[in-house]
């Protein structure tokens, strides 16, 4: 039997492996905040997002399964993922607008106009 020689990592992670896990942020890399909290009112999550993190949290643990499994919601834990790997404030927009547009599609979001009274 020949000996087997060590598999190089692969290039690209299997998609089980993309999910971004709290705290496992590259060391010395601070959270990244959204640029202005987002209010919600959801039965069983909090009250609202200021962190990219706790936004991954929110879509991850915090939404029923039935309902993280809607596309709005895949492609918005996607944008929130691409968000924290580039740090660009392109992506953390396009990452706000549609968990902002996720939650506005459930009647949860809380607008900022009617925050204020």
Do not use: Y
């Amino acid at each position: 039997m020949a000996r087997q020689e060590a598999i190089p990592p692969m290039a690209r992670q299997p998609r089980s492996d993309t999910q971004v896990q709290p705290g496992a942020e590259a060391p010395g890399r601070q959270t990244l905040a959204l640029p202005a909290p987002v209010r919600l009112r959801a039965p069983g999550c909090r009250p609202a997002l200021r962190t990219v993190d706790e936004a991954i949290h929110m879509i991850d643990t915090e939404l029923p399964a039935e309902l993280r499994r809607l596309p709005r919601w895949t492609f918005a834990h996607a944008l929130l993922v691409e968000a924290t790997k580039t740090g660009r404030k392109r992506d953390l927009t396009a990452a706000v607008r549609q968990v902002r547009q996720a939650l506005s599609n459930e009647g949860w979001l809380i607008e900022n106009e009617a925050a204020g009274g």
